[in-house]
């Protein structure tokens, strides 16, 4: 590699080659010490083309969740099963693993403009501004969808199609014009214990000694030509388990009182 060589996006490679590797080692322990991050499903990462994957998952942190799977594509691609031990798997981290990230949230500080540059493709969010949902949606801007392409192209892009922390949250119709457009393999990731290990952006540790959760499942059967944009957004709300039917299983109202029962009993293990 080059010492000045870029990535589609103008970022040095040798400097985000270096970043990752600082915040690998600097959040190791949130996920293997701190809390204990259990991982299923590392042989499908291990299967996956190079190029032209996106990952879809629910959402609980601004950062952590990114964070996780940035340990856990390298830690399965460097052949660790289902786990994250050894942290030697980042010296030589993938380099083209991209994530969609709202802009105003990657301008939000110094820290997030930092974290950025190992893979940020900054959107505009149509539905929200300045942390508040707006009455009137704003137009999407071609630049943002065209971007996810060039990063399709070049390799993985993680996205969280709700666009929200919060829980059953509707899947965002964008996503599955992406899908649509650019035919990627489609990759679903459900995470759970990051809400309640970490503060909302993910920076802070909140709570020690919990049980994160980290599934990844095979791809989606997705007809690019056939299935229709609601056909996919059910789909994907299916996959990451957002889809509202779930919400029988679990009813909202008893959403927050499972997860402080949860808590609860990790700490009395």
């Known amino acids: 590699m080059g010492l000045f060589k870029r990535n589609p996006?103008?970022?040095?490679?040798?400097?985000?080659?270096?970043?990752?590797?600082?915040?690998g080692a600097i959040t190791h322990k949130r996920y293997r010490g701190f809390n204990d991050l259990q991982i299923d499903g590392s042989e499908i990462i291990r299967a996956l083309p190079d190029r032209n994957v996106l990952f879809i998952s629910n959402h609980q942190t601004y950062?952590?969740?990114?964070?996780?799977?940035?340990?856990?594509?390298?830690?399965?691609?460097?052949?660790?099963e289902d786990n994250i031990k050894n942290i030697g798997y980042l010296w030589q981290p993938k380099m083209n693993i991209y994530y969609v990230a709202a802009s105003e949230t990657m301008k939000s500080g110094l820290l997030p403009r930092i974290l950025a540059y190992v893979g940020a493709i900054s959107v505009e969010r149509t539905w929200r501004a300045g942390g508040k949902d707006v009455?009137?949606?704003r137009e999407v801007n071609p630049n943002d969808t065209e971007n996810i392409g060039i990063a399709l192209e070049d390799g993985w892009v993680i996205t969280f199609p709700q666009g929200t922390t919060k829980s059953f949250k509707?899947?965002?119709?964008?996503?599955?014009?992406?899908?649509?457009?650019?035919?990627?393999?489609v990759v679903p990731i459900v995470i759970d214990g990051f809400r309640r290990s970490f503060d909302?952006?993910?920076?802070?540790?909140?709570?020690?000694?919990?049980?994160?959760?980290?599934?990844?499942?095979?791809?989606?059967?997705?007809?690019?030509?056939?299935?229709?944009?609601?056909?996919?957004?059910?789909?994907?709300?299916?996959?990451?388990?957002?889809?509202p039917s779930f919400l029988k299983v679990i009813p909202t109202e008893e959403i927050e009182a499972q997860e402080e029962l949860n808590q609860l009993r990790q700490w009395k293990v």
């Open 9 to 23: 996006f103008g970022h040095i490679l040798f400097i985000k080659k270096w970043l990752i590797r600082i915040f």
């Open 63 to 80: 950062f952590a969740d990114v964070v996780a799977m940035f340990h856990v594509f390298n830690a399965s691609l460097s052949g660790r």
């Open 135 to 137: 009455a009137e949606k």
């Open 170 to 185: 509707p899947v965002r119709k964008g996503t599955a014009h992406i899908i649509k457009q650019y035919k990627p393999v």
């Open 200 to 243: 909302k952006k993910g920076l802070r540790l909140k709570k020690k000694g919990i049980l994160q959760s980290f599934i990844i499942k095979e791809p989606l059967h997705i007809d690019y030509e056939n299935d229709t944009i609601d056909q996919i957004v059910e789909k994907v709300e299916y996959a990451i388990e957002q889809h």
